[in-house]
């Protein structure tokens, strides 16, 4: 009890404060949901291990990747597997030349080789105005343009490659960025209102206890 205030319940008070603390819970709860899905779909990535042969004539670098403040290339090359499937694979990043105008020299295994790595619904992309120009050096990559392009029946899908090779590029791959963080920082601001909410619906109900 606070020194010179009496307890008495004001029905206005505790009715917006409730009704408060059950929106912002709710919010609350909404976010850490997704921060939830999210997790989940990050644990789910499926991983996968195929034979082939690269196809280096039509290996595409894509440009401005950093690792480390460092400018560079990720390497991407299609896969013919033995049953006349083609996948593209991400292979790894390469450090830029110091001319622009020079490419890095590309390190392609030659003969049938074992790839492992993750599955990915497409390759890195950026915002682009219009069709991406065709060429060794690009911004980005569509699959199904590629494919038009190469006249590769290309899956729908890339990996991503993890396992070693012998071609000099560097597979520290970025972490996905899922989003969980910022889902779990909204639920914890919203859960921080109803708090707030159901505090300021208590103090509206104490009176200053008049003197005599």
Not at 72 to 91: D, F, K, M, S
Not at 148 to 155: A, F, I, S, V
Not at 180 to 207: D, N, P, T
């Amino acid at each position: 009890m606070l020194a010179g205030y009496s307890f008495r319940p004001r029905g206005w008070a505790l009715a917006l404060a409730a009704a408060g603390c059950a929106a912002f819970i709710a919010l609350g709860n909404w976010q850490a949901g997704r921060a939830q899905e999210k997790r989940a779909a990050a644990a789910g990535t499926q991983r996968i291990a195929v034979h082939g042969e690269f196809l280096p004539q039509h290996t595409v670098l894509l440009d401005n990747k950093l690792r480390q403040g460092k400018p560079g290339y990720e390497v991407v090359t299609p896969l013919r597997l033995a049953e006349g499937i083609h996948i593209v694979v991400n292979r790894g990043w390469v450090a830029a030349s110091p001319r622009r105008e020079e490419l890095p020299r590309i390190d392609t295994p030659a003969g049938r080789v074992r790839v492992e790595g993750v599955v990915l619904d497409r390759l890195p992309r950026i915002m682009r105005m219009g069709a991406a120009a065709p060429g060794r050096v690009r911004q980005s990559l569509e699959l199904a343009d590629f494919s038009r392009e190469t006249g590769l029946p290309l899956q729908t899908f890339v990996i991503e490659q993890h396992s070693p090779a012998d071609d000099r590029l560097l597979r520290e791959w970025p972490r996905p960025d899922t989003g969980v963080e910022k889902h779990e920082s909204y639920s914890l601001q919203w859960y921080s209102l109803a708090v707030l909410a159901a505090a300021l619906g208590l103090l509206a109900c104490f009176r200053r206890v008049a003197k005599n």
